[in-house]
């Protein structure tokens, strides 16, 4: 069975209503960007970072965890069937140091971290610990995701 483009738009706006409130739903646009603006103030604090480094999950190691102790805000969107969708969080604030993740799961699932039980896959980024060959740090954090089957999810938290 083929579901269009436009019944998966719809289907994933009215699960909305499914989504905890702290959750910012983003409408995309193929081959376009689209900026969306968050406060780190209006986050919360996740105390069990233990999701992240689960194996069905995999997400950052223990190790990293104090660089996800500060507040977290959530966004959902819809990626196209047979997509990437990249991924930036930037800091008004040049020197402001952010760790960020995303994870993307089918659309009928609606977990939020810390209740986060599996993910389809799960990327990091955050400040190196030590500097890397020929390559320089910003205070811009990046992912990338691939979707080669039809409409997942994905969740971004910074």
Same mark, same amino acid.
């Given at each position: 069975?083929?579901?269009?483009?436009?019944?998966?738009?719809?289907a994933?706006i009215?699960?909305?209503?499914?989504?905890?409130?702290?959750?910012?739903?983003?409408?995309?646009?193929?081959?376009?960007?689209?900026?969306?603006?968050?406060?780190?103030?209006?986050?919360?604090?996740?105390?069990?970072l233990?999701?992240?480094?689960?194996?069905?999950?995999?997400?950052? @190691?223990?190790?990293?965890?104090? !660089?996800?102790?500060? %507040?977290?805000?959530?966004?959902?969107? =819809? &990626?196209?069937?047979?997509?990437?969708?990249?991924?930036?969080?930037?800091?008004?604030?040049?020197?402001?140091?952010?760790?960020?993740?995303?994870?993307?799961?089918?659309?009928?699932?609606?977990?939020?971290?810390?209740?986060?039980?599996?993910?389809?896959?799960?990327?990091?980024?955050?400040?190196?610990?030590?500097?890397?060959?020929?390559? @320089?740090?910003?205070?811009?954090? !990046?992912?990338?995701? %691939?979707?080669?089957?039809?409409?997942? =999810? &994905?969740?971004?938290?910074?």
């Open positions: 069975m083929c579901i269009d483009n436009n019944a998966r738009i719809s994933f009215m699960a909305q209503s499914q989504w905890p409130a702290e959750v910012k739903i983003v409408t995309g646009k193929s081959n376009d960007s689209v900026i969306v603006r968050g406060d780190l103030a209006s986050g919360r604090i996740i105390d069990d233990s999701w992240a480094s689960n194996s069905s999950n995999a997400c950052f @190691v223990a190790l990293q965890n104090a !660089k996800f102790r500060g %507040n977290h805000v959530f966004f959902a969107t =819809l &990626i196209p069937p047979h997509s990437i969708m990249y991924i930036s969080v930037k800091p008004q604030d040049e020197q402001a140091d952010l760790s960020m993740y995303a994870y993307m799961s089918v659309m009928s699932e609606h977990y939020l971290v810390p209740d986060l039980p599996k993910c389809i896959t799960c990327e990091a980024d955050y400040k190196w610990d030590r500097p890397w060959k020929n390559r @320089v740090q910003t205070s811009q954090r !990046k992912v990338e995701f %691939n979707n080669p089957t039809n409409g997942h =999810l &994905i969740f971004l938290s910074a």
